[in-house]
């Protein structure tokens, strides 16, 4: 009797983890890199540390449709405002998502030129130059839907309730359209955002990547022409990465070339070189050097990083 007493007991008590569909992954990483810069500033030993932790959850709510929801937290934000924190319906329909999310244009385009493993040192063109809203962290406030998947074609359109944005409409904006079938992968799209709502100011870009992978190779270019409709010269700018990589083993090479052209600065170049090693798909060290030209800053550095 003790021992049927103690199973039901232990039962009522796992029930509800047993049945709930949540789901906990993120990583750890700890990063060090030696900087040499021209400016003399920042030069030296430097340290990154880095903790990711991402709770999502799902439900089947039958014929087909299905609810989820994620919320993401990492070390690197003083609060959670920096990441993502979304709810969703997924079905036959596509999937619509509301909260707070990356753009298409950051999170789907401009996201493919991120092939290395560093989070300090990574070319980002684009990277929240000017005042333009892609490739900002997060927005709060959005929707977004993505069709279903027809014959490899996908699109997506989101609008984004900034906030001291413009009243009455959506300030922010972003449609993407996506082709991948087989080893290729094209994705394009248009963003605009209202940056001063009293004097109807916007800013637009356009950004395109594209993919190709063949057995140990893979290739990536992606560029971005952002404009600043204010008429300020300076925010306009179109930049371009284009990077690859190869696996042999367990280890893999990667290498990448980076260029910010500008209206009324100098154009900036980088390049960068990273060796990875995995010692197994959740854990793996690094190291790798990164050069910029145009303000000779140059930096080495080496991590190691566990996923879970």
């Known amino acids: 009797m003790k021992k049927i007493l103690a199973v039901a007991i232990a039962a009522a008590l796992t029930a509800p983890v047993a049945f709930a569909d949540v789901k906990i992954s993120g990583f750890v990483e700890q990063e060090f890199s030696v900087r040499d810069y021209a400016s003399g500033s920042d030069n030296g030993m430097d340290g ?3 903790v990711g932790i991402v709770f999502s959850a799902s439900e089947d709510l039958g014929n087909g ?20 924190q979304i709810v969703g319906l997924s079905g036959g329909f596509g999937t619509v998502v509301l909260g707070r999310m990356e753009d298409f244009t950051e999170g789907k385009v401009m996201s493919m030129a991120s092939i290395f493993e560093s989070d300090s040192q990574n070319l980002e063109p684009g990277d929240d130059s000017g005042s333009t809203q892609a490739n900002h962290d997060r927005t709060d406030n959005g929707i977004a839907y993505v069709s279903p998947n027809m014959s490899g074609f996908q699109v997506g359109i989101a609008g984004y309730a900034v906030e001291g944005g413009a009243t009455g409409t959506f300030d922010a904006s972003d449609i993407m359209v996506s082709y991948s079938n087989g080893p290729v ?10 940056t001063a709502a009293a004097s109807g100011a916007s800013d637009s870009n356009i950004s395109l990547g594209a993919q190709y992978s063949a057995g140990a190779f893979s290739v990536v270019g992606v560029m971005q022409k952002a404009n600043d409709v204010a008429g300020t010269a300076s925010n ?27 209206s009324t600065t100098a154009d900036e170049s980088n390049w960068q070189i990273e060796f990875q090693h995995m010692f197994s798909k959740r854990t793996k060290v690094y190291v790798g050097h990164q050069d910029a030209d145009a303000a000779n800053e140059d930096a080495t550095y080496f991590g190691m990083k566990h996923t879970f």
């Open 65 to 84: 449709m299905s609810a989820f929801a994620k919320v993401d937290w990492g070390s690197d934000d003083s609060s959670m405002a920096d990441n993502d």
């Open 185 to 194: 992968t094209v994705r394009l799209s248009r963003e605009s955002s209202d």
């Open 236 to 262: 306009d700018r179109t930049d371009w990465m284009v990077g690859g990589n190869y696996v042999f083993g367990n280890n893999k090479v990667v290498l990448g070339y980076e260029k910010d052209e500008t």
């Open 48 to 50: 990154d540390s880095d």
